[in-house]
């Protein structure tokens, strides 16, 4: 609430809608870096450090996105775009630790192979979100409109004003 309160309100004016995806395409990036850093690490101290700073940069940005997906969907619509998008999570998120671990496995005997199992999962996963966030910008402004047309038409519709 205060970085959104504080920090992103000068940008809301400026990039309306896209700053949604544009805040997520960020955390991305920046989890990218933090996550390269674990297998550098020379304590537990520092992996805590690293992965809390990961987990909760991530989990602030990610609060954004069933927002930014509730606007893509005209209102009729919405709860089965944020059932779809938790189900795509789970799904993802199911699978992210099952494959750090058959990745760890082809691993063994190479020094923090754990380390280096968590990073080429998560570096190639956030990566892709962020070029996915970036490419979609321009489109989910353009959607996003479309849906808020989408609803002012459904209100017009079911509360036509009187005749004159």
Not at 23 to 52: E, H, K, R
Not at 95 to 111: E, F, I, K, N, W
Not at 152 to 162: E, H, M
């Amino acid at each position: 609430f205060v970085v959104s309160a504080f920090v992103l309100k000068p940008f809301v004016q400026r990039m309306g809608p896209r700053l949604n995806v544009r805040v997520l395409g960020i955390a991305c990036l920046v989890a990218v870096c933090t996550s390269a850093l674990l297998p550098f690490t020379t304590s537990g101290d520092q992996v805590l450090l690293l992965n809390g700073l990961t987990h909760a940069l991530l989990a602030s940005a990610s609060m954004l996105f069933p927002t930014a997906l509730q606007g893509l969907a005209p209102g009729r619509f919405r709860a089965r775009v944020v059932a779809i998008q938790s189900v795509v999570n789970l799904a993802l998120g199911a699978s992210a630790a099952p494959a750090v671990g058959a990745l760890s496995d082809r691993l063994q005997g190479v020094d923090y192979g754990l380390m280096w199992a968590i990073c080429g999962v998560a570096i190639p996963g956030l990566l892709l979100g962020a070029a996915l966030m970036f490419w979609c910008e321009r489109g989910y402004a353009r959607v996003f409109a479309a849906a808020e047309r989408d609803d002012a038409a459904a209100r017009k519709t079911a509360n036509p004003s009187p005749a004159s």
